[in-house]
């Protein structure tokens, strides 16, 4: 049976060229989670609400710094949400769309598809588990890659210093790469904060 691709999309996804945010911006956001990241997370879909990717921002690196501000069990408990969300909805996709005929992207771009429509916010991700089809123009608009926005461990402070030089010591900064993931090693190799 051959997937019937919609030729006239029913949603509409925003686009967003925002790949920096200004400090007033950041500030902004920071302000907006600050109430909802000192209570217990909730609801996931409200966090996604405030950080706006693909409507305010595709600044993954500064949505990030900002969550490392809070409470790393907060900023882990988002992750796993997000990562529970991007696996069912990756088996979901691959169940329906076996030869990925929607999207045309291999497994790295269909999962920064689906972290698109997560960031999105829970209409978008809702569409993608009702008809994979009708998220096909996502291709076209998605942003690498709002699940990075939970990298957050790699712009924590590491806080045992080298006495003699203020630096990390070398126990302090392999406790941190120890919890780093390897997409967390890449975002930092790819924006030269770790060479």
């Known amino acids: 049976m051959k997937l019937q691709i919609s030729t006239s999309a029913s949603l509409k996804f925003p686009t967003c060229s925002n790949k920096s945010m200004s400090a007033k911006d950041k500030e902004a ?9 000192g209570a ?3 609801n996931f879909w409200d966090i996604v609400k405030v950080i706006g990717w693909g409507t305010k921002t595709i600044d993954y ?18 992750r796993s949400n997000a990562q529970a969300l991007e696996q069912k909805a990756f088996d979901f996709k691959l169940k329906k769309d076996p030869n990925n005929e929607i999207w ?3 497994d790295d771009g269909t999962s920064d598809c689906i972290n698109h429509l997560i960031g999105l916010g829970e209409k978008y991700y809702n569409a993608l588990l009702k008809n994979p089809a009708d998220t096909q123009d996502v291709a076209d608009v998605y942003s690498e890659s709002f699940a990075y926005c939970f990298n957050d461990n790699m712009y924590r402070k ?29 975002v930092l190799r790819k924006n030269k904060d770790l060479i």
Not at 29 to 37: F, I, S
Not at 66 to 75: D, G, H, N, T
Not at 167 to 178: C, F, G, M, R
């Open 40 to 42: 217990p997370v909730k």
């Open 29 to 37: 956001l920071q302000k907006k989670l600050t109430p909802l990241m």
């Open 104 to 106: 045309g992207r291999g």
């Open 61 to 78: 690196v500064s949505v990030a710094r900002i969550l490392s501000k809070f409470p790393e069990a907060k900023v882990g408990a988002l």
């Open 158 to 186: 590491v806080s045992v210093k080298d006495t003699s030089s203020g630096n990390p010591s070398k126990d302090a900064v392999a406790a941190v790469l120890a919890k780093l993931t390897k997409a967390d090693i890449a």
